[in-house]
């Protein structure tokens, strides 16, 4: 059942008109250089036109100076690392901590997004899929109960294997940003039903 959620997530959405999507305040600014920078329209949809407005969690471009995707603009991973935990510092939904550091000492993180409750009880979550890892110690009835309402499914993200690969961890940060603050039905389902995962640089070294 939890394998099925993201593709009907997506499947509504493709659904929803641009208006439905509307309803939340938009980032007028945010959203005009989204416009000015699209290098092709085939390339977006309304799911991506626009920003959400927060009066709380910082944007990319009130963090950095510019939105994602700005021409000619990458951002050092310890820089998206330092904008992943102002959007946990500004949000209860988020929460962010160190994975350890490379042989070159520098930090790997992970964020993790989902519904305030869930985030606040993260530890237990972690729990039951501690439990689901191994039958020797847990009874298919348990694992069922786990599977079918209690635990939840985790989508990890990453991005930045190597480091020629520009897209990906510039996309995450305002990803993160969009599943924080965002608040249209699609958007609430995923965070009611999942826990996001996102490390945005693997080889933290090279970036």
């Known amino acids: 059942m939890c394998r099925r959620i993201i593709p009907a997530f997506l499947a509504v959405s493709l659904l929803l ?3 439905a999507l509307a309803q939340q305040a938009v980032d007028e600014e945010y959203t005009r250089l989204i416009a000015e920078h699209l290098q092709d329209d085939r390339i977006t949809t309304e799911l991506v036109d626009h920003l959400p407005a927060s009066e709380t969690v910082p944007t990319p471009l009130d963090f950095h100076g510019r939105i994602v995707g700005t021409p000619g603009e990458l951002t050092y991973a310890a820089d998206i690392h330092r904008y992943l935990r102002a ?9 962010v901590w160190s994975i ?17 409750t869930t985030i606040a ?6 729990s039951y899929l501690s439990e689901l890892t191994d039958p020797r110690v847990t009874e298919e009835d348990r694992a069922r109960e786990l599977i079918e309402g209690v635990a939840k499914p985790i989508y990890w993200l990453t991005s930045g294997i190597h480091s020629t690969e520009n897209g990906g961890p510039e996309m995450l940060q305002e990803l993160a940003y969009r599943l924080v ?14 826990i996001t995962f996102i ?9």
């Open 17 to 19: 008109p641009s208006a």
């Open 87 to 95: 959007i946990a510092d500004a949000s209860p939904r988020a929460t």
């Open 100 to 116: 350890g550091e490379t042989e070159e000492g520098r930090e790997m993180i992970v964020m993790a997004i989902a519904d305030e």
């Open 121 to 126: 009880d993260l530890q237990d979550y972690g």
């Open 181 to 194: 603050v965002q608040d249209s039905e699609f958007i609430r389902g995923i965070r009611d039903n999942i």
């Open 199 to 207: 490390t945005p640089v693997i080889e933290v070294d090279g970036r």
